[in-house]
């Protein structure tokens, strides 16, 4: 079975991670602020603090080799918070978009010129992961960009 997910990930140095949710409509499954000491996803403790505040939101898809068009989807989604988005950026934030794959399968798609453009838009950075050897069946490693 062809399973992807994206996640959504939103870093800024001091920016309230509520108004984060309250803006996008979404709820997070990760987040921290910055000056909190740092664990793993299972919560053990590493040796330092977060160096920023940070957001992430978790999409699962399964089915279809296709996966653009359900970045894209979240795009438009994105689209309606664009002055939200821009400036947080602006204002020494990051906002990513993470396709992560299941290197099991064969699955790829393309992502159109147009898309670029919309993605660059708003400022968000896109990025791709495969995971070869998925060895968690709820989550292929969504917490990859977590640094």
């Not at 603090?49 to 989604?77: D, M, Q």
């Not at 947080?88 to 906002?95: F, P, R």
């Not at 990513?96 to 099991?104: K, T």
Request: proline content about 5%; overall charge negative; aromatic content about 8%.
């Amino acid at each position: 079975m062809l399973r992807y997910e994206i996640v959504l990930m939103i870093k800024h140095p001091t920016t309230d991670l509520a108004v984060i949710t309250e803006k996008t409509g979404l709820s997070p499954l990760r987040h921290w602020r910055h000056g909190e000491p740092r664990v793993t996803p299972k919560g053990t403790p590493l040796p330092s603090t977060h160096e920023s505040s940070a957001w992430i939101c978790r999409f699962e898809y399964e089915g279809n080799k296709a996966f653009f068009p359900s970045v894209n989807s979240l795009i438009v989604e994105l689209e309606r918070n664009r002055e939200f988005l821009i400036g947080l950026v602006d204002d020494g934030g990051e906002v990513y978009l993470n396709v992560n794959l299941d290197g099991r399968a064969n699955i790829g798609d393309v992502f159109d010129w147009q898309s670029l453009g919309r993605v660059a838009d708003l400022k968000i950075n896109l990025g791709v992961e495969v995971f070869p050897n998925n060895r968690n069946k709820g989550s292929m490693g969504s917490d990859s960009i977590d640094n």
